[in-house]
């Protein structure tokens, strides 16, 4: 076959040369020498063609059906024109996990740019990641394209070399658009790149799972997992149908369990054409994995795992597992590192590694995540490989790795000393608070699971993460801690440690205003703590009793239940006891205006705390403190103490503190005549009382704000803050 609109010259061999010679010319002015003795000389723009008027395209449509970013493919195509330079294909690598549109948003481009390549438009997939395939040789591939491009096999060399040549040559003056889909490696791309000449244009699309990190990109596009509101608009287009307020619930929850991937979004908006959302939601939270009763997007979703796995090198499977085998949702290098028993230096690379090629996602401050849908088919397919017991030996280095790392932020943020920079892992208090926010999901995950594995310091970890989770005011996720606690401790009869969990079970219904709960849950410990002679553990249980009946306004009930907790907590030795009963003693006085009282009282308390180092029972004492003060009179002093109490708060994460704290804080400076500042306090506090839903913190913010008003002359602002916070004022804490 001769290439379009060109003429063909050829010889004999000539007698000697040992070897093939031919030589071609076609049209005027580019020679190419192409492995032993083949000359080609490519002349461009010769008159006529065999197929005038008909434009080479080998490309595939996009879907009918694009979500998401609608201007994007417009917007990459700008960007990839401004790329294209004489002798310069501009280059575009879109990368990503299996099944999240890379190939549909490929195409899109490609035919966003299509009038522009009047030459040619090839789409060739590289099978990088095909199951059952190989992934194409670049050679192969050459091929195809030269023969697409009117070269016979006799014209086209043997080599890949050589056929990179004459591909480039060929591409030099034309106006030439390539989609390469399905890349497994650079070494596919780099001979398939074409040159451009001075008249020449010429744009290449790249879709691979790997960043394929050795190309010179003109654009780098992560393609990511769809947003909520684009996976359930792919679902409600795909079935034809529309959205109703009824299923939108069922669609966001079908959209989840497909992990936001088009792979698994598709096959089932299908069926949403002839089935209801809820009916879908039903059968896919019943099985194993989500989509395992749909059986073609169970098997395409479970063949883009495994391809990706085995394309894997040994070492970076071996991390893979180690990653499946962490309780999740999420980890960092540290752990990874613990988890496989190697350095956490190594760990990073071979974790980065592990991204590049779309088997993690990345979160903030250096975590991964597992794509949830492929977490399902990992474990599956993944368990043979790896003995149960060595799995869970593995565990108990991260339970240790863990452990210790709770224990540095512990004293970073709960210790009434101020730290040291530098302690473990941390810089400073902010950089272990960072930490703590972002592993808190991991924490609660491994706590769990060194509870399940039978760790034999599995409680002490998980009560730990607990309290640090419940002093952030991360109540929910504390509770499922102490749940979990009490049950394995009832499981192994640890009637201490059911009991101490009773209790701390009992200050988060407190916290959240369900009081007969926490008095049940405190009778509870109570009782159960008496029967082992665990003294210290009932002077908190009393001492609990005591804040559920402050809250309730029964001031001789908590008195005497606080006086019971100070006499269990003397009797223990336990510092940080007499603190909180003392605190409790302190706020009855202030409460019956017996401020000298209360006063010798908070200062007692918050020697005791500072010296069984527990900065959050410090920030209590040293806030109420301020609270005597300023009823005192010594704005000062109180200014000082809310201050002290304040920082503490702040340093602890500790929102719920922090917020009574700004709540004094602009009180006092009100009463001093700062106003601009008073109100700057309050509106901090109401937003964070706000944002916790304590309604008792809320009344106390705006009837300080009444009060702000009505000492400037505001009496309108005055009526409109009493007004709500008498509608939400019950009894609560004293702050």
Known sequence: MIPDGHGTAGGDEPAGTGGDVRASARGHAQQAVVGRGVQHNYFYGAS?????????????????????????????????????????????????????????????LAAELAPEFTDARLEVD???????????????????????????????????????????????????????????????????????SFHGRCAVIVTSRNRLNGLDTTLDVPVELLEPEAAVELLVRVAGRGSDDASSGALAELARLCGYL???????????????????????????????????????AAAAFTVSYEALSADLQRTLRTCVWHPGPDFDAGSIGALAGIPAELATVQLVRLLQRSMLTALPHHRYVFHDLFLSYAREQLAALDHEDAMRMSRRGLYRHLARVVATVHTLLSAAAEPTAGTGPFDNPEHARRWLEAASGELVGAAAGALSDGWELGGDFAVRTARLLYVR???????????????????????????????????????????????ALFGTALETLGGVADTAGEADALRGLGESARARGDLDAASAHFTAALARARQADDDAGQGYALTGLAHIARRRGELDTAGSRFTEAAEFQRRADDGVGLAY????????????????????????????????????????????????????????????????????????????????????LADLARVRGDEAAARRHGTTAASLLGRGEDA
């Open 621 to 704: 004492a040293v806030r109420g403190l301020g609270h005597v003060r300023r009823a005192q009179r010594d704005l000062e002093a109180a200014e000082r103490c809310f201050r002290d109490a304040m920082a503490l708060h702040q340093r602890a994460g500790n929102r719920f503190g922090q917020a009574y704290a700004l709540t004094a804080l602009g009180g006092v400076a009100g009463g001093a005549g700062r106003f601009e500042e008073a109100a700057a306090h309050l509106d901090d506090a109401l937003a964070l009382h706000r944002a916790a839903n304590d309604r008792t913190g809320q009344a106390r913010a705006l009837a300080e």
């Open 48 to 108: 006529g063609s065999a197929r005038p008027g008909v434009v080479l395209s080998t490309l595939i449509p996009p879907p009918s059906i694009l979500v998401g970013a609608q201007d994007r493919p417009a917007s990459l195509a700008a960007g990839l024109r401004a790329g294209i330079a004489p002798g310069r294909a501009a280059l575009a690598l879109l990368h990503g996990p299996g099944g999240a549109g890379k190939s549909a948003t490929a195409r899109a």
């Open 262 to 300: 088009p792979l698994a979004l598709r096959p089932v908006g299908a069926l949403l054409a002839d089935l209801d959302a809820g009916t879908l939601v039903r059968v896919m939270r019943s099985a194993n994995r989500p989509l395992e009763q749909l059986a073609e997007a169970d098997q395409e």
């Open 126 to 196: 590289l099978a990088g990641f095909t199951p059952g395939s190989a992934p194409r040789p670049a050679g192969e591939v050459l091929t195809e394209l030269l023969r697409l491009a009117g070269f016979d096999g006799a014209d086209i060399p043997g080599g890949t070399a050589g056929k990179s040549q004459l591909w480039r040559a060929w591409a030099a003056d034309k106006k030439v658009l390539l989609l390469l889909d399905n890349a497994r490696d650079a070494g596919q791309i780099e001979p398939l790149l074409p040159s451009s």
């Open 473 to 519: 005011g991360r109540y929910e996720r504390a509770g499922v801690l102490y749940e979990q606690v009490r049950a394995a401790a009832a499981e192994a009869g640890d009637e201490r440690a059911r009991g101490r969990a009773s209790t701390a079970l009992g200050d988060l219904a407190r916290s959240t205003g369900r009081h007969d709960e926490a008095d």
